[in-house]
């Protein structure tokens, strides 16, 4: 049943470390139709920035007092990979509509289970796929559908960072399921991938461990193969140089599109959304590069980069549970990312390339 438009969604947040307080709470605090009302935490300097930011909100240390609020509608399960699964399908079993912090699970088979179960219950269950709504994707987005490139024939994404040291007291760097780098970063691309071409014919991948100490796969690079398409999404953890970020090649024209949404940048230095002037909007330095041959002109020059915000995300969750929109992150595209993951990892195992199905 949708919840009335007077009405405020109480929400309920499950782990207040990067994820909760980076990417979720400040976008939740931002919908009007939104209400932060419980935040489970356990580390005392998570608790008290918690308390700071969102005093209005109580803390507690036990997710099941957030499962099993009745007076709470929607949870957000902002923990390590290996607990959405689990903690996912208690919220729904509790009678919560669901979000899930990507990747949305460690396998497609317990993202399958999750989705029948949301349907049974006729709840809202999505996955945070954020950057869908970064600048950069979003000017990728309208250059690819204006058809200034023509015939798309060739598609890079790089989603690369310079870390050779390992990075201590996090689960990100512990050998378990769903953990490394194709889980991490390499959803982003894949999600990215999906959303502008749909369900690749076949992938070839390789997956490796560069750095030493490591745990956890660190770099990757696959392929994702459609009619007179090849589309190639890398990632790596030595990358001190950085390519382009999108690299799009038809047969009208390139597009190529150096540096990072500024988004996750401000969040990790401390700006939020909501007290922030120009959200969302990359310097012209960032713009990207086009050149094209388009209904008989020649173009060589910036396109200015699309303005992003993570709070479009919310505003989908908000609008569905009220009936009043369709779901933005479908569950089954985000089931979709880990059976290309699952594809990633195989096909690099067995040196050979899969078909999608």
């Not at 809202?124 to 869908?132: C, D, G, I, P, W």
């Not at 994404?157 to 399921?177: I, M, Q, S, V």
């Not at 990790?268 to 002109?297: A, I």
């Not at 505003?315 to 880990?338: F, H, M, S, T």
Request: aromatic residues 8%; charged residues 20%; proline residues 5%.
């Amino acid at each position: 049943m949708a919840i009335e438009t007077q009405e405020k969604i109480r929400v309920g947040l499950i782990g207040f470390g990067m994820a909760g307080q980076i990417f979720h709470a400040p976008f939740i605090h931002m919908v009007a139709g939104l209400e932060l009302v419980k935040i489970r935490e356990t580390r005392e300097p998570n608790i008290q920035l918690a308390q700071t930011r969102y005093p209005q909100a109580q803390i507690t240390s036990h997710a099941d007092e957030i499962l099993n609020d009745p007076f709470l509608d929607l949870v957000i399960v902002a923990t390590p990979n290996t607990s959405h699964y689990d903690l996912a399908k208690s919220a729904l079993l509790a009678g919560k509509h669901v979000v899930v912090e990507k990747p949305f699970t460690p396998t497609s088979a317990q993202a399958d289970a999750l989705i029948q179960l949301a349907q049974a219950r006729q709840k809202v269950l999505t996955v945070y796929h954020n950057r869908r709504w970064d600048s950069d994707f979003k000017t990728v987005q309208k250059v690819v559908q204006s058809g200034l490139l023509g015939n798309l024939v060739e598609y890079k994404a790089h989603f690369d960072r310079f870390r050779p040291a390992l990075k201590g007291n996090t689960w990100k760097e512990e050998a378990a399921p769903g953990s490394g780098i194709v889980y991490d970063l390499g959803s982003h691309l894949i999600d990215q991938a999906l959303v502008l071409f749909g369900r690749p014919l076949e992938i070839s991948a390789d997956v490796r461990i560069q750095r030493p100490s490591s745990p956890v796969v660190d770099k990757f690079e696959a392929t994702l193969f459609y009619d007179n398409l090849s589309v190639t999404l890398s990632a790596g953890l030595l990358v001190r140089e950085l390519s382009p970020r999108y690299t799009l090649h038809g047969d009208r024209g390139s597009f190529l599109k150096y540096g990072l949404d500024v988004q996750e940048k401000a969040l990790n230095d401390g700006f939020l959304p909501h007290t922030t002037p120009n959200w969302g909007v990359e310097p012209e330095s960032l713009w990207g590069h086009l050149n094209t041959e388009h209904q008989g002109l020649h173009f060589m020059g910036k396109i200015a980069s699309e303005t992003g915000h993570y709070r479009h995300f919310y505003e989908n969750v908000n609008q569905v549970i009220r009936g009043e929109a369709p779901l933005a992150v479908k569950p089954e595209q985000a089931r979709d990312v880990i059976k290309v993951i699952e594809l990633i990892m195989q096909s690099s195992q067995e040196k050979r390339t899969l078909p999608f199905a």
